[in-house]
Nanobody, 115 residues
Framework: QVQLVEYGGGLVQAGGSLRLSCAAS????????MAWYRQAPGKQRELVAG???????NYLDSVKGRFTISRDKAKNMLYLQMNSLTSEDTAVYYC?????????WGQGTQVTVSS
């Protein structure tokens, strides 16, 4: 089992920044790819950014150049630096980990951007 706990969400004004963190525990040695997803009210959950075990990254087009995903393998931490936030970024953000054939999710952290 792997446990994921996100924190760092909150209320921020448009144009501001937030840094989300995800702490992983348990059988983290089995995890390879990790990612951040988000889900806005009335919308489907979408992949925001992903990072592989080799630190290759990919991003949702709308966040490219504004968001940066990173990980600290030694600390079992995943991060999402979010800059130039807009109201369109308002959502619950979830940490995701792929560990062998299983996928794990955190409980989510709310990000609200006021315009």
């Amino acid at each position: 089992q792997v446990q994921l706990v996100e924190y760092g969400g909150g209320l921020v004004q448009a144009g501001g920044s937030l840094r989300l963190s995800c702490a992983a525990s348990g059988r983290t040695w089995s995890c390879s790819n990790m990612a951040w997803y988000r889900q806005a009210p009335g919308k489907q959950r979408e992949l925001v950014a992903g990072i592989t075990s080799r630190d290759n990254t990919n991003y949702l087009d709308s966040v490219k150049g504004r968001f940066t995903i990173s990980r600290d393998k030694a600390k079992n931490m995943l991060y999402l630096q979010m800059n130039s936030l807009t109201s369109e970024d308002t959502a619950v953000y979830y940490c995701n980990a792929q560990c062998w054939a299983d996928y794990y999710w955190g409980q989510g952290t709310q990000v609200t951007v006021s315009s």
